[in-house]
């Protein structure tokens, strides 16, 4: 089994296509690489699903939507599914500095 990672990011999405490909990019080139990051789109009706259907990378874990759960809902979603005990927010209009 792996060691799990020094820090999980958690990236809950809701109709975020407008600034999710700009986020994803930001958070997949950053110089320190031993992260997670778990992603839940929340039923999104734009392309958020497509994009993240879209993007490959192996750290990234997207999670299937299921039903809406609500910012707190997503959220508590995702952080049951982190491997690590340092988790750490990322809105999916973030773009993050290197």
């Known amino acids: ?3 799990p990672p020094p820090i999980s990011l958690v990236l809950p999405v809701y109709n ?10 930001s958070v997949a080139r950053q110089s320190w690489t ?5 992603i839940c789109d929340d039923g999104s009706s734009d392309r958020s699903p497509q994009i993240l259907e879209g993007f490959r990378d192996p750290r990234f874990r997207v ?7 609500g910012l707190f809902g997503n ?3 995702l952080i049951r599914e ?15 500095e290197r």
Do not use: Y
Request: glycine share 6%; hydrophobic share 50%.
């Open 1 to 3: 089994m792996l060691a």
């Open 16 to 25: 975020g296509a407008k600034f999710l490909e700009a986020c994803l990019a």
């Open 34 to 38: 031993d992260f997670e990051v778990i």
């Open 63 to 69: 999670l299937a939507g299921g039903q809406h759960r």
């Open 75 to 77: 959220l508590n979603h």
């Open 82 to 96: 982190t491997r690590s005990p340092l988790v750490r927010i990322v809105c999916q209009d973030d773009v993050l």
